[in-house]
Structures are given as C-alpha cells and as structure tokens.
C-alpha cells in the first residue's frame, strides 16, 4: 500500500483512555481475536529509546517523557495495517497527536470511573503524581481529557462493564458494521 493510498477505517485500531482503562488487555484481546499485531505504547517507547517511560521521567523528566510518547505514537500510526495499536493517556493532551491519532484508524476510547481506574493503576511508579491522591488525580485527569477523548473517538467503551475479551468484540462489532471486509482474519 502507498502512502497516498487510504488504509480502510478499521485495517488499523487505534486505542485510547487513561492508564488502567484496558487499553493493554483489549488490544490483547483484539490481537487474539484478529490475529493482527499488537503494539503498546510502552513497548514502542523502549524500543525507540531504549528506556522505559519510568526511566525517562526518572532520568530527563515529564518533558522528555511525553516527546518519546509523542513518537512512539507515530510509530505506532506508520505501522502497516492492519494492526492494533495502543496510545499513551497524555498524547490526547497535544493537538498534533490528537491529529495523529485521529488520522491513524478506527479509534475506540476505553473509559471506566476515576476510582476504578485509581484502582487498576495501583503501583504504577512510573506515574509519580498518583503517589498522594490517586482518585483525585485520575478525577482530575478526566475532566482535562475526557472532552479530547470523546473529540476523537469512533467508539467509546465503558471498560469497567465488562472484561477484555467482550471489550474486543464490541469494537469488532462496530467495526464489521462500519465495513465488514476490514476486519477478516
């Protein structure tokens, strides 16, 4: 496929949410279900720079965090479709990702309550700001995003209604809707 050619809607899967949101397990999910690659944002940004986003923000801080997170995004968007992909919570935040993100594929929004996602986020050190008052933060966090989240989102999902695999299927259900031929395994 050239570059000026369109990749169809659903060929590439685009997750977005918050940390604990269940962008990680439903892009598993996605992956078994379809048989398509799965890349996390985490694992681009390793291979990128060959840290983790923890030792980057430990090491060079938030700054350079976020600007490896902003390329592993587009990593992810020049992977050859079809593929799932899941993005870091804070690329929303940036009008060129939000852009990014936006042009990449079908995007589903993985949604669950501030005090869920507080729970599934429990020790994640790498997030330093959750160390004090974790549901306030992730409150917080969802009103700045939520409104860019649901910006730029296809389908959104309420992760906390169900478990990875249902998650999986309601995107390829609404994405056998949109254009059946797309998500053949």
């Known amino acids: ?21 269940g962008k990680s397990s439903v892009g598993r999910a996605l992956a078994e279900s379809t048989g398509w690659p799965f890349v996390d944002n985490d694992a681009l940004v ?3 720079t060959g840290r983790t986003a923890r030792e980057l923000l430990a090491t060079d801080g938030q700054s350079a965090m976020r600007a490896a997170e902003s390329a592993a995004l587009r990593a992810g968007a020049a992977l ?7 993005t870091a919570a804070g690329t929303v935040l940036d009008p060129a990702d939000r852009a990014v ?11 669950a ?9 429990a020790g994640a ?24 989240y649901g910006e730029i989102a296809d389908l959104e999902i309420d992760t906390n209604a ?11 259900r609404a994405c056998s809707a949109l254009a059946p031929a797309t998500i053949e395994t």
């Open 1 to 21: 496929m050239t570059d000026a050619e369109p990749i169809p809607r659903c060929a590439r899967i685009v997750l977005l949410g918050m940390m604990g949101s």
């Open 101 to 111: 993100i936006r042009g990449s594929g079908f995007v589903v929004w993985l949604t």
């Open 162 to 172: 169900m478990d990875p695999a249902e998650g999986a299927d309601a995107i390829l």
């Open 80 to 86: 050859d479709p079809p593929s799932i992909v899941a």
């Open 125 to 148: 050190v790498h997030r330093p700001w959750l160390d004090e008052d974790p549901i306030g933060w992730f409150r917080a966090a969802l009103e700045e995003r939520a409104p860019l």
């Open 113 to 121: 309550p501030a005090e869920v996602l507080a729970g599934r986020a």
């Open 46 to 48: 390793l291979r990128a």
